[in-house]
């Protein structure tokens, strides 16, 4: 039995809403909370949440918390999980420093291991430079896949919570997720030699399939 890997987007934003991207790391609207809200009821009926990735930008870690209120283990922060960014660079794509994200989020919830102080350097030459998207999306599906291993053979659900457009990177597709979806992925059974860790999406009949 694959693991089950659901890719979330984050729920609606100040930039989002306002379609203006000189926010900088911007928060979750009122209609973000009430998004996460109705997201976390779809979570419920799935059941127990194993392990939740997070990208370390604010409207990720708020839906995160809204999503999963009763989520027990700690939310772990991959930077590379973080928006794509473009060309110009807007300020909304552009993450805080971790001890900004300490003062405001604490590390009850969250698990900072992963960060590092220059985590927000989109800039030329940076792993998190927007051209090098393609790449950071390999480097982090092969983390998760070797995150998720002691959970293969089990009826495990994983969860990334990421953004938009970083997830056509992560799924290698043309794939637009509206605000607060989530859907369901699985590694494919590939070689140990395999270096590009792909995600399958898991169609309607696999899901019944497996039950």
Known sequence: MPVTIYLVRHAESIANATRDV?????ELTALGYQQSKGLRAEFTEIGHID??????????MQTALWVFPGYTNRFILL???QEHGGTPLAPCDIGSRPEALLRQFGNTRFDYSHMTENWSDKGPGSFYAPSNANERARSVR???REAVKPFEGKDANIVVVT??????????SD??????EG???KFGPVPETDTQ???VEISADDKSNSK
Do not use: C, W
């Open 22 to 26: 000189s926010y900088h790391d911007p």
């Open 51 to 60: 392990m939740v990735f997070v990208s370390p930008m604010k409207r990720a």
């Open 79 to 81: 930077p590379g999980l």
């Open 142 to 144: 092969q983390f998760i």
């Open 163 to 172: 953004h938009s457009r970083f997830i056509q990177f992560l799924t290698e």
């Open 175 to 180: 794939v637009i997720y509206g605000n607060a």
């Open 183 to 185: 859907r369901p992925y």
């Open 197 to 199: 860790a792909k995600l």
